[in-house]
């Protein structure tokens, strides 16, 4: 291993990290500490390209020069496939530096900010300073104004808003939420949905939205979701069965598609940080509009009135991409 030429790539990895913008991740300070960075100079044992998470498992020699090992949190597979990673891109007994920042919980893990490799390759996956996530959007040029086609989120951090809601809580909500743990209670880690929320905020994967005859069909690459929506139903069938996904009609108003969802399972509408958590009698409405820059804005409103006493709202901003949507095939990362 050549320590020093990895070394001095190491610095200027950590130069260009720390030059990119800056952001926060929402439910990043749960599982990682961003107040202790982690530098891990070793050889590569193993890479794990998968969703929800990918991972790295580094051997390294600690203080006291025993041999431990490291294991590093790394976005989704298809996160990582679009910047151009492939399962070959961690060779096992390759010499590699990565820095990160250290895990809560485990004493040898962290989350994975960038990796230098012995043969000058260097690889930034998120900055170091406020954990800005680097993607590759592939966004599209053309603005034919019509909400059907390839999306993916515009930005993040960002690309939207979430309105203040925990003064709605009702004491049903409040107590809810209070349970609620997203280290341990996150439905993705289960490889759920969680919810049609979701399916727009989960950052570096495509939804497309298409006609299937009278209907509209929004395909999710998050979770290999499929939604249909009912586009001449007034009202949910009696028999819709209870779902994550919930039953959808929808209309035109305009040029503006809404959609109604009910019929939900209890569950996780937004899982990340804090959560906002639904009950069956859970309805959510989007409406989505594309603007003038070619944008498509997701308006939601959720209404729950076991856990909330009036609507939470808020706005998700896609882009137009060429990315199409790929499969997720999600690995459990908990099994109850």
């Avoid at 998968?50 to 020069?65: C, K, M, V, Y």
């Amino acid at each position: 291993m050549n320590h020093s030429y990895l070394r001095l790539m190491a610095v200027a990895a950590v130069l260009v990290v720390l030059a990119a913008p800056a952001g926060a991740h929402h439910g990043f300070a749960v599982h990682y500490d961003p107040s202790a960075p982690v530098r891990i100079e070793g050889t590569v044992v193993s890479f794990d390209f998968r969703n929800p998470h990918s991972s790295l498992t580094i051997e390294a020699r600690d203080e006291a020069g025993t041999t431990v090992l490291w294991t590093c949190e790394m976005a989704s597979r298809g996160q990582l496939s679009r910047r151009g990673v492939t399962e070959d891109s961690f060779q096992p007994g390759e010499a590699i530096i990565v820095e990160g920042v250290a895990a809560r919980r485990d004493p040898l893990g962290c989350e994975f900010g960038a990796s230098t490799h012995a043969d000058g390759r260097v690889f930034v996956g998120r900055t170091l300073d406020n954990r800005q996530t680097q993607f590759n959007l592939h966004f599209a040029g053309e603005n034919p104004g019509t909400v059907t086609g390839n999306w993916i989120r515009k930005r993040f951090p960002g690309g939207g808003r979430l309105d203040p809601y925990d003064h709605l809580f009702t004491p049903e909500g409040a107590r809810v939420h209070a349970d609620y743990n997203e280290v341990f209670d996150s439905p993705v880690l289960r490889c759920s949905p969680s919810s049609p929320l979701k399916l727009w905020d989960q950052p570096g994967h495509t939804v497309e939205i298409r006609a299937e005859g009278e209907d509209l069909v929004i395909q999710a690459e998050f979770m290999d979701s499929v939604r249909r929506v009912d586009m001449g139903a007034t009202e949910h069938p009696d028999e819709a069965a209870p779902s994550t996904l919930g039953h959808s009609i929808g209309r035109w108003e305009g040029e503006s598609l809404v959609i109604e969802t009910a019929r939900f399972e209890p569950g996780v509408l937004l899982p990340n940080g804090a959560g906002i958590l639904n009950s069956a009698e859970l309805v959510f409405t989007e409406r989505l509009s594309v603007n003038e820059e070619g944008d498509l804005l997701v308006d939601w409103t959720a209404e729950d009135p076991v856990h909330f006493t009036g609507p939470v709202t808020g706005q998700r901003v896609m882009a137009r991409t060429t990315s199409p949507v790929g499969p997720y095939d999600c690995v459990p990362e908990v099994v109850d």
